[in-house]
């Protein structure tokens, strides 16, 4: 069974600072490419960072130079250190496998606000 399981969200500053992680099991962690999505309220879901099995990244404009995604191949998670968080960052983010077939995990709620 894949389970993708998401922990690290909470209530924090603007300006401030947050790391998630994704946990994953099921799956051959290696042959996907990890990615976060985000969903705020009354808005469609929206990518925000990828990395693929070599490492190469890629993110959204809106948080280029402030989010950074990593993976632990040897733990099977993937990360997202957030930095310099505004309020428009409150959204549920979801871990994303994308391979041989696509997997969701539940998200984890940030919330930005001082």
């Known amino acids: 069974q894949v389970q993708l399981v998401e922990s690290g969200g909470g209530l924090v500053q603007p300006g401030g600072s947050l790391r998630l992680s994704c946990a994953t099991s099921?799956?051959?962690?290696?042959?996907?490419?990890m990615a976060w999505y985000r969903q705020a309220p009354g808005k469609q879901r929206e990518f925000v960072a990828i990395i693929n099995s070599g490492g190469t990244t890629n993110y959204a404009d809106s948080v280029k130079g402030r989010f950074t995604i990593s993976r632990d191949n040897a733990k099977n998670t993937v990360y997202l250190q957030m930095n310099s968080l505004k309020p428009e960052d409150t959204a549920v983010y979801h871990c994303?496998?994308?391979?041989?077939?696509?997997?969701w995990g539940q998200g984890t709620q940030v919330t930005v606000s001082s």
């Open positions: 994303n496998a994308h391979g041989e077939a696509d997997y």
């Open positions: 099921g799956i051959i962690f290696g042959h996907y490419a």
